[in-house]
């Protein structure tokens, strides 16, 4: 039987970063390797909606990305949808696979992991650094304070894109998984 993968991400817009592609090529890299892989995600695109994003599963490029629509502002992503769809697929898979830190669509993501008690591996690509944890930083604080720090703690892993961003991170002081490591590229 093949492992069952969804990785939550706020945003697959390509105007949003790297992190849109590289999802969708770990994805793509895991169904090669035989497992079963697929997004989900808020149909948040820059600051504004993907219009048409929402509705059935859309492939791309073999890779099965759900999109739920956001409520509100674009900034923090809330999905009420998003939450109700991974209340529901949360408990039949075997990992989960978080990317990003301090939006709604990871905190929920998280929350339920733990509470279906599913591993999940965190990827704060790059929310971490210094010089953006500063950013906000009475905002942050307060969110770590609510979830970040117990969404941390609680990840199987963090997956740092290099050891760089791994040791900007740790000279936080913030606790991560002791097994936490990196992952290159």
């Not at 093949?2 to 991400?9: E, K």
């Not at 898979?93 to 830190?101: E, Y």
């Not at 650094?129 to 770590?144: N, Q």
Request: charged residues 20%; contains cysteine; hydrophobic residues 40%.
């Amino acid at each position: 039987m093949a492992i069952r993968v969804i990785h939550v991400i706020p945003s697959v817009a390509t105007r949003d970063g790297g992190p849109a592609k590289a999802v969708a090529e770990m994805c793509r890299e895991a169904i090669r390797r035989g497992a079963q892989a697929e997004i989900c995600t808020t149909n948040a695109d820059g600051k504004g909606v993907h219009q048409g994003a929402t509705g059935p599963p859309l492939d791309a490029r073999g890779v099965k990305i759900d999109y739920y629509p956001i409520v509100g502002g674009n900034y923090y992503k809330i999905s009420p949808l998003l939450a109700v769809a991974l209340k529901a697929k949360i408990p039949l898979v075997d990992v989960v696979h978080i990317h990003s830190l301090y939006q709604f669509p990871s905190t929920v993501a998280a929350h339920y992991c733990r509470r279906f008690r599913v591993p999940y591996l965190l990827r704060p690509h790059g929310t971490l650094d210094p010089y953006l944890f500063r950013r906000h930083r009475s905002r942050k604080w307060l969110y770590e304070m609510a979830f970040e720090r117990r969404n941390l703690g609680s990840a199987a892993a963090v997956h740092f894109v290099s050891s760089e961003e791994m040791r900007l991170a740790c000279s936080l002081g913030l606790k991560f998984y002791p097994g936490a490591g990196t992952a290159g590229r």
